[in-house]
């Protein structure tokens, strides 16, 4: 270890961006009747959310190693407020997907960054045990986001859940600068140059592609749901309530998914290992969510797999893809972020287009799939 930072604020800042996301998804249709938008505009308000988070981690990534972990963190925080105040006071949709657009941008810097300083802290033999915590973390974060949502979609609309999380952005700032200690930072200039270079050298690097493709995989899949599951809930005539209680199921699948993968790599059993059996596990479930789709909200049994899939996959996933960028953490994790977040992003917009759960799931397995057999046989 380097220097130390506690591990249970870590967690609440990288679960912070997920339950953002979450906490919004049940005010999805409030927000297309009160502006007066198609389903495919306010789904809109998540995939456009995708792409200004990836152009955030790559900017606070940057900013990591050019002005340190802790500056970037509450500029990032501070930025985040700033848009989730406006979103507050949005009197029509387009200032609403603006106000959306500046919250994602400052939001990322609770993924970037404190995966940056949990790079600084731990080495290669315990990098994987850190992140399989950060996955015990992520499975909380949706049941606290839908439920709250759920709960504000009725008394409050979509103005309340953005005052909650313009309250959150004092609280974890507040905290940031009273628990976070700066881990390490070059202090050299950063120039387009060298960020050209390196991501060069990345785009050229099989486990560095790989590993992008994968995390975009598994993310679609699960915000697939979010953003699509809303609206077959209405269809069937269930409340918001019901939606954000389904959280709960997924919650479940989340951290039995998370205890097995920590529980496997105290066996020592390889990450490699562990991925392959996230990939065809997710799968497997796409197919039984798109035999189910349009029988009503069955298809939360397949989905609890592949929610249990990806908390398998994801943490083995990030912690392995950098591991031979440790002397450039800070920018080479702005640049992974960028690239899998922008397919991320992408991704969202094709499934919002499509407007199908099942088909979605079954496309975004399957690319997981191909990806693995693809990257395998170069291996060979």
């Given at each position: 270890?380097?220097?130390?930072n506690?591990?249970?604020?870590?967690i609440?800042?990288?679960?912070?961006p997920?339950?953002?996301?979450?906490?919004?998804?049940?005010?999805?249709?409030?927000?297309?009747?009160?502006?007066?938008?198609?389903?495919e505009?306010?789904?809109?308000?998540?995939?456009?959310y995708?792409?200004?988070?990836?152009?955030?981690v790559?900017?606070?990534?940057?900013?990591?190693?050019?002005i340190?972990?802790?500056?970037?963190?509450?500029?990032?925080?501070?930025?985040?407020?700033?848009?989730?105040?406006?979103?507050?006071?949005?009197?029509?949709?387009?200032?609403?997907?603006?106000?959306?657009?500046?919250?994602?941008f400052?939001?990322?810097?609770?993924?970037i960054?404190?995966?940056?300083?949990?790079?600084?802290?731990?080495?290669?033999?315990?990098?994987?045990?850190?992140?399989?915590?950060?996955?015990?973390?992520?499975?909380?974060?949706?049941v606290?986001?839908?439920?709250?949502g759920?709960?504000?979609?009725t008394?409050?609309?979509?103005?309340?859940?953005?005052?909650i999380?313009?309250?959150?952005?004092?609280?974890?700032?507040?905290l940031?600068?009273?628990?976070?200690?700066?881990?390490?930072?070059?202090?050299?200039?950063?120039?387009l140059?060298t960020?050209?270079?390196?991501?060069?050298?990345?785009?050229?690097?099989?486990?560095?592609?790989?590993s992008?493709?994968?995390?975009?995989s598994?993310?679609?899949?699960?915000?697939?749901?979010?953003s699509?599951?809303?609206?077959?809930?209405?269809?069937?005539?269930?409340?918001?309530?019901?939606?954000?209680?389904?959280?709960?199921?997924?919650?479940?699948?989340?951290?039995?998914?998370?205890?097995?993968?920590r529980?496997?790599?105290?066996?020592?059993?390889?990450?490699?290992?562990?991925?392959?059996?996230?990939?065809?596990?997710?799968?497997?479930?796409?197919?039984?969510?798109?035999?189910?789709?349009?029988k009503?909200?069955?298809?939360?049994?397949?989905?609890?797999?592949?929610?249990?899939?990806?908390?398998?996959?994801?943490?083995n996933?990030?912690?392995?893809?950098?591991?031979?960028?440790?002397?450039e953490?800070?920018?080479?994790?702005?640049?992974?972020?960028?690239?899998?977040?922008?397919?991320?992003?992408?991704?969202l917009?094709?499934?919002?287009?499509?407007?199908?759960?099942?088909?979605?799931?079954?496309?975004?397995?399957?690319?997981?799939?191909?990806?693995?057999?693809?990257?395998?046989?170069k291996?060979?």
């Open positions: 270890m380097i220097k130390t506690p591990l249970w604020l870590l609440l800042l990288i679960m912070l997920q339950f953002v996301e979450t906490i919004y998804s049940p005010v999805l249709p409030m927000v297309q009747e009160q502006f007066g938008v198609k389903e505009s306010a789904t809109l308000t998540i995939s456009l995708f792409i200004a988070f990836a152009l955030g790559a900017f606070w990534g940057v900013q990591c190693d050019r340190g972990r802790k500056k970037s963190l509450e500029y990032g925080l501070i930025t985040y407020g700033i848009g989730t105040l406006t979103a507050i006071f949005a009197p029509n949709f387009t200032v609403l997907l603006t106000a959306r657009i500046i919250s994602a400052g939001i990322a810097v609770g993924s960054v404190t995966q940056t300083i949990l790079r600084d802290m731990y080495d290669k033999d315990n990098i994987s045990k850190a992140f399989s915590w950060i996955g015990i973390g992520l499975s909380i974060s949706p606290i986001g839908m439920i709250t759920s709960l504000l979609a008394s409050t609309r979509h103005q309340g859940v953005f005052i999380l313009c309250l959150l952005s004092v609280l974890f700032f507040v940031s600068g009273k628990k976070i200690t700066e881990t390490h930072h070059s202090k050299k200039e950063i120039t140059h960020l050209a270079a390196l991501l060069k050298r990345m785009v050229r690097d099989p486990q560095i592609i790989k992008c493709l994968l995390i975009m598994f993310n679609v899949l699960l915000f697939s749901y979010y699509l599951a809303p609206f077959i809930f209405k269809e069937y005539h269930y409340s918001s309530y019901a939606f954000g209680y389904s959280s709960i199921i997924l919650a479940t699948g989340t951290f039995m998914g998370a205890k097995l993968n529980y496997l790599l105290i066996k020592n059993i390889p990450s490699e290992n562990l991925v392959q059996t996230g990939i065809v596990t997710a799968c497997i479930a796409a197919v039984f969510v798109w035999i189910l789709t349009g009503g909200i069955c298809f939360l049994i397949p989905y609890f797999f592949i929610v249990m899939a990806f908390s398998i996959a994801i943490p996933i990030l912690s392995t893809a950098l591991i031979n960028y440790k002397t953490t800070g920018s080479a994790g702005a640049l992974l972020g960028l690239i899998y977040y922008i397919l991320i992003g992408l991704g917009v094709s499934i919002g287009l499509i407007q199908n759960l099942g088909v979605s799931c079954v496309i975004f397995s399957g690319i997981g799939v191909v990806v693995l057999l693809l990257f395998n046989q291996n060979k």
